[in-house]
């Protein structure tokens, strides 16, 4: 047999036993890593990936011309253990030959589940709850205390209805949603299995209860959700963004939040990540990174929303009927 060459290959993270395992096992990797649960600081990334081969990078590394650089012509492959791929400078890395491994679908469900949890909880201001319990604020049964958001009979917008943007719509649809929009680039044939209806970004805005961003960021969508996205939404309306946080303004988010023109916002992801302790939307009430109103008004609420009720163990009251 030939001789094999053995290939160079930098990791930028801890990552788990298995994949280190076949990385050995595979017996033509020399592998080195930064072995830390934190990310890899700028200058050892670009010092770990000279004369690499191979990189196996996360979310949180920027790889970008200057990496690309300093790895040099030796790179062939990178990888990325994470769904998004915005991290990376994919035309450069394409010039240069640079095949691109990532891991899509892993987070499908996982992402869907979060995203119906951050939904329900904005919208039935679990946060804001929890407190009041813990800190005696909840004196006694109120009909119009933390009243909340119904998706019953409501509209769905999801931005963005790929595999993400399915399995939300899939898993909102048996909570009664009575319409369900979506925008993007292309109208989608799977849709139908949602009853999805394909229609402009303004219409799913100003038509929406909730607005669900699952969208991948890209030129077209970075900072998409600005002033103008936000005066077009209801003052009733929900936002929630599992998809990154540079999708959002958040100076034009804060204003939205705190002047009441949105009612509450839940999101998953901010710039940065995580936001700092003394950010101004960690001191909105209608906010979760979990967040809720100060410009909560009950009056805003529709009817059948104010007869619901999220406090501790009371969870919901409805009409009386004569019997
Ligand atoms: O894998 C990704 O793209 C993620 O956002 C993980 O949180």
Redesign the pocket.
Known sequence: GGRTEIMKVFITRRIPQEGMKILSQAGVCKVSLWDSDEPVPRVELLKGVEGAHGLLCL?SDKIDTEVLDAAGPNLKVISTL???FDHMAMDEIKKRGVRVGYTPDV?TDATAELTVALLLATARRLPEGVVEVKNGGWSTWKPLWLCGYGLSGSTVGVIGLGRIGMAIARRLNPFGVKRLLYSGRTAKSYAAEVEGEYVPLDTLVSESDFVVVSCALTPETQGLCNKDFFSKMKNTAVFINTSRGAVVNQEDLYQALSSGQIACAGLDVTTPEPLPTDHPLLTLKNCGEYMETQGWKPQTARPHDAMHVVCGCEASWTYCQIL
């Open positions: 979310l994470s769904v998004g987070l």
